[in-house]
């Protein structure tokens, strides 16, 4: 059930759970085919994310209709989400091709100009009845070590304050020392930021970077007003594990649709487990 995710998040913020955002590796059926059974089965939302760079294999266009055929498949609301578009192009593409949800991430620039691109991608999006997650915050680079390649991202709660006074997406996404990658050792997230924020909005927060995250941190972002959790690193780690382990333990005779499925089946499982951290299990 192909669906806009405005509404799902809105009731997420409101009701003290999370929706998951899994990326797809640009279009991976084993992946998006795993998130949508695991939503079904546990009855919940999902969103199925989209970074410009995984699609450079397979095209955006691919990745948009191997959701939609998934999403056709499964009665529980699906979502295809453009995650951190760079510029009002690329997004502006996403929306041609029929996604969903956009995200416009012009967080490496100043308040005011991340405000201005955000504010040019609503004035389109809104017209198509598409919502918009902008974010404020930079978010932190990992190198495969989990070494912190920049540090920008602990956001000031009035440059938050001062953004939203220049626009208003749907949803935003704020850096609490959060990061893209496996972190090495534990990461310093800021849950206090959340909590000063949500003093002054009540629009549904998002948390990027959840691979490796203490699960009561993220519980705890949850209660702040994160309606939306981000996983990545995680989805595609365990994706190629799961193939590895059917290549060195199956007879699969050389069917790659046999490695497939047994990957399918045991990421199923693992995005359930995601499901219940989130609070989304019977929230379809």
Known sequence: MLVTNKENL??????????????TQGGNY???????????????????????????????????EVCKWCAGKVSVP?????????????CMEALKLGFTSLMID????PVKENAVVTNEVLKVAKCFGVPVEAEIGELLRL????EVLENKNIVNPEE????LELCRPDSLAIGIGNAHGYYKGEPDI??????????????????????????DTIREAIKLGVAKINFGTE??????????????????????WKLSQYANNRLTEDIKDIIRLAGAEGKA
Request: glycine share 10%; charged share 20%; hydrophobic share 40%.
């Open 106 to 109: 012009g967080s490496e620039k």
């Open 235 to 256: 989805i595609r780690y365990q994706y190629v594990n799961h193939y590895e382990e059917g290549l060195k333990n199956m007879d699969h005779q050389g069917h790659s």
């Open 10 to 23: 809105m009731k997420a913020a409101k009701s003290g759970y999370a929706i998951p955002a899994l990326n």
């Open 160 to 163: 938050v304050k001062a953004f």
């Open 78 to 90: 699906v979502s295809i989400h453009l995650d951190h578009g760079g510029d009002f192009d690329i």
């Open 190 to 215: 800021h849950l206090e930021v959340l909590e000063a924020v949500r003093k002054f909005t009540d629009i549904p927060l998002v948390l990027h970077g959840c691979t490796g995250m203490k699960e």
């Open 143 to 146: 190198d495969n070590l989990g």
């Open 30 to 64: 084993d992946i998006i085919w795993a998130a949508c059974r695991a939503a079904e089965e546990m009855r919940s939302p999902v969103i199925l994310a989209h970074y410009v760079s995984t699609g450079a294999y397979s095209g955006h266009d691919w990745f948009v």
